[in-house]
């Protein structure tokens, strides 16, 4: 849907300290592919999965770009860690001691609505909402098409909807 050029020596650690201005090129690129999801929205409006066969390839980085682009452009966004292994999302916002209910409680609780917003962390230095991970670790039954239509209704919220996931090959 979009290219986004190779950042070197890219940093973003907790916390999280990351100024787009300071990189044009990315800056347009990561628009121009935001323009482009807009344009080619489906089913769940804006709701969007970012994922990969590998771990360590960028996954959450690209999310965490797209969405300060996102917010830069004056819309609202949604961001959801679905990685319950790394955790990578929650812990570059929260640090890697956060452990509040989240994704995974959300999953326990068959994806609802009322219980999702309980969960949904404001982020006021980058202006943006975030569901964390979840302090749950056994497995629950997957109900995905409770979880589409969770997104659906999260989308009326939301300019944009972003889910951070493991590895496919997980």
């Not at 965490?64 to 955790?87: F, P, Y």
């Amino acid at each position: 849907t979009g290219i986004v050029p190779h950042i070197k020596d890219l940093d973003l650690k907790f916390p999280l300290k990351f100024d787009l201005s300071k990189n044009k090129v990315l800056l347009d690129s990561l628009k121009k592919t935001i323009i482009k999801l807009e344009n080619d929205k489906v089913q769940n409006n804006n709701a969007f999965i970012i994922s990969s066969p590998i771990s360590s390839d960028g996954k959450t980085v690209l999310t965490i770009l797209m969405a300060l682009t996102t917010i830069q452009m004056g819309k609202k966004v949604l961001l959801i860690d679905m990685d319950e292994e790394k955790k990578s999302l929650t812990n570059k916002f929260f640090g890697k001691s956060f452990q509040d209910k989240g994704f995974t409680n959300i999953r326990k609780e068959s994806f609802s609505l009322e219980y999702a917003k309980n969960c949904i962390v404001r982020d006021k230095q980058y202006n943006l909402e975030i569901i964390p991970s979840g302090n749950i670790k056994e497995n629950y039954s997957e109900n995905y098409d409770k979880f589409n239509d969770l997104l659906s209704s999260l989308s009326k919220k939301y300019d944009l909807i972003l889910c951070d996931t493991m590895p496919i090959t997980y």
